[in-house]
């Protein structure tokens, strides 16, 4: 079963908002960090512009976090802990430049409870059709960012943070030129 495209947007939302915490500085320490990343990933909806909201998304995104790389009986556990607590309650909905899709929580929710949802939901998608090799961590050994693979044979390793696959290359490329020179002397 392939992902749909509502549960492949919504997960690469949930593995932004994971990476805003995983490479370089922290990319969500204001209320306006949260303006541009929520303007970034197109959510829209009921805002309070808090400080309490702020705290309440980068609460969710080190719950996310931890689902992400979590086996498949943890990332059930987890999912559903998510929904409970938002009493999701799944309504099709049709806004912006979106068409039908599901929505657990009304557009009047706290934000984190619709973000919470939404990643809930993308999250079961993945736990129902089988396909939590697709959520996975970068390979390069001094980057924290998660991926989201979406490629056909499951090949990606790196993240599209911070150039890690152009890193790794030219480490590796150092590492075998060295290699040669050493066996050359
Ligand atoms: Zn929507
Ligand atoms: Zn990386």
Redesign the pocket.
């Known amino acids: 079963m392939a992902l749909g495209h509502d549960t492949v947007d919504s997960l690469g939302t949930v593995a932004a908002l994971i990476n805003t915490a995983?490479?370089g500085p922290d990319a969500l320490l204001t209320p306006a960090d949260l303006d541009v990343f929520l303007a970034r990933e197109r959510f829209s909806g009921s805002r309070t512009h808090t400080a309490a909201e702020l705290r309440a998304v980068r609460h969710l995104r080190t719950g996310l976090r931890q689902l992400w790389t979590a086996d498949e009986e943890r990332l059930a556990v987890g999912v559903n802990q998510l929904l409970r607590n938002a009493r999701a309650l799944p309504q099709v909905v049709r806004h912006d430049e979106w068409g039908w899709h599901l929505h657990c929580t009304s557009p009047a929710a706290p934000l984190e409870e619709r973000l919470a949802t939404e990643a809930a939901m993308a999250l079961a998608d993945v736990l129902r059709g089988g396909e939590l090799d697709r959520l996975g961590t970068?390979?390069?050994p001094d980057?924290?960012?998660v991926?989201l693979d979406l490629t056909r044979n499951r090949s990606k390793r790196?993240?599209d943070?911070?150039n890690?696959?152009n890193r790794e290359h030219v480490r590796s490329y150092r590492s075998r030129r060295a290699a040669t020179q050493k066996a050359a002397r």
Do not use: E, M
Request: glycine residues 14%; proline residues 0%; aromatic residues 6%.
């Open positions: 995983a490479t970068c390979a390069a980057c924290a960012a991926i790196y993240c943070t911070g890690c696959g």
